[in-house]
């Protein structure tokens, strides 16, 4: 099974400022048709279900905030949430569907300080 | 707009079985992969299970395997999750998400606000 780690588990960030959450694949996740990373990321807000942010690790899905960005390559992924709002405050999941089982990162839980 | 609505869930013994249904509505049900993924209380996602457009492949967590089936009526744009012979550590949330691609091999979007189902004695 593919592990995704994502780093930190927690963190708090002023409003207006930058956050940077990390995911580490145990594989490389590389689809080679069309030679894109096989990452999505989630938001998930407190009573609700996930809403997905980006796929194919930097493709940003229609109507996400363009505050949203995501990058990395190889096995190293990034997602950055730039001027951060107070609306941005949620757990952020990677996962990975460029194998079964599917995999989701343990979540990284974001504060607005 | 596209809407997912699951149900069936609720308090079970241990042992005993469950059917969660996820009523579909506003794409056309029948072209897309769709998925299970369970959230424990407080804890993170775990995906459960997948099926195919038209419910010919499937394919399951090892945590489920055995346990759980997963099926499609695409005539009523309704996905199943059958739930046998559970345990106390598969209480959790169970949302079904509409896969991107015919498959079920891309990412989810969008997910039902979920179901609870509840293991205990």
């Known amino acids: 099974d593919i592990v995704l780690t994502q780093s930190p588990d927690s963190l708090a960030v002023s409003l207006g400022e930058r956050a940077t959450i990390d995911c580490k694949s145990s594989?490389?996740?590389?689809?080679?048709?069309?030679?894109?990373?096989?990452l999505a990321w989630y938001q998930q807000k407190p009573g609700q279900p996930p809403k997905l942010l980006i796929y194919?690790?930097?493709t940003r899905e229609s109507g996400v905030p363009d505050r949203f960005s995501g990058g990395g390559s190889g096995t190293g992924f990034t997602l950055t949430i730039s001027n951060l709002q107070a609306e941005d405050a949620a757990v952020y999941y990677c996962?990975?569907?460029?194998?079964?089982?599917?995999?989701f990162g343990q979540g990284t839980k974001l504060e607005i300080k | 707009q596209v809407q997912l609505v699951e149900s069936g869930g609720g308090v079970v013994q241990p042992g005993r079985s469950l059917r969660l249904s996820c009523a579909a509505s506003?794409?056309?049900?029948?072209?897309?992969?769709m998925h299970w993924v369970r959230q424990a209380p407080g804890k993170g996602l775990e995906w459960v299970a997948v099926?195919?457009?038209?419910?010919?492949?499937?394919d399951y967590a090892d945590s489920v395997k055995g346990r759980f089936t997963i099926s499609r009526d695409n005539s009523k744009s309704t996905l199943y999750l059958q739930m046998n012979s559970l345990r106390t550590e598969d209480t959790a949330t169970y949302y079904c998400?509409?896969?991107?691609?015919?498959?079920?091999?891309?990412?989810?979007?969008?997910w039902g606000q979920g179901t609870l189902v509840t293991v205990s004695s």
């Open positions: 998400a509409k896969d991107r691609s015919t498959s079920g091999n891309y990412w989810l979007d969008p």
């Open positions: 506003g794409f056309t049900f029948s072209s897309y992969g």
């Open positions: 099926v195919s457009y038209a419910g010919d492949n499937k």
């Open positions: 594989q490389i996740i590389l689809y080679s048709p069309n030679n894109k990373n096989s």
């Open positions: 194919w690790a930097s």
């Open positions: 996962q990975q569907y460029y194998s079964s089982p599917r995999t």
